[in-house]
């Protein structure tokens, strides 16, 4: 849906989208997406990537505390360079989160990626879809790159939490 009737349209704020309704035109592809994942295992296989990647590329709404971008950008590190989970996400992440990390937020790129969630929409297929949110989610993660850095250091300090407390049970 890129633009309405009339053939101009708003553009997100967040990801710069040009969608019929903008930001909330959006916000209803993602929703359309997450209730697709939660009604079909096939396409929940990459459902934590999908909210780790739209919530970088709308920060304002999703990653307004250092801890919620800890959780995305962490997430998304976690998925691409430590195996976690697509679907799920990283146990390790979460528990960390639910402490009292102490945490900064950097400041953001504006530039968040040349993909957005209507390249992943515009999927025909479950195998598509996965392809287009591993797509889509690299674009995002490489247009982050000024934070790669932080997320590391973040997820490595998640890994190292979740190890010290295997030890100890």
Not at 12 to 34: P, S
Not at 112 to 124: F, K, N, Q
């Amino acid at each position: 849906m890129l633009g309405d009737a009339g053939g101009t349209a708003d553009r997100c704020a967040g990801c710069g989208l040009a969608v019929a309704g903008g930001t909330a035109g959006c916000q209803a592809i993602f929703d359309e997406l997450l209730a697709r994942d939660f009604g079909d295992a096939v396409y929940f296989r990459r459902h934590r990537m999908l909210v780790d990647v739209y919530s970088l590329q709308h920060p304002e709404r999703y990653c307004a505390s250092a801890k919620s971008l800890a959780a995305h950008l962490g997430g998304l590190c976690s998925i691409l360079e430590h195996g976690a989970s697509p679907a799920i996400g990283a146990e390790w992440l979460r528990i960390w989160l639910d402490g009292t990390p102490r945490l900064e937020k950097p400041a953001l790129p504006a530039f968040r990626g040349a993909l957005t969630i209507a390249d992943v929409r515009a999927a025909s297929d479950p195998e598509a879809h996965g392809q287009a949110v591993e797509r889509w989610a690299r674009a995002t993660w490489e247009a982050c790159a000024p934070l790669h850095p932080v997320a590391r250091a973040w997820v490595d300090a998640a890994r190292a939490h979740g190890a010290a407390g295997r030890r100890s049970v």
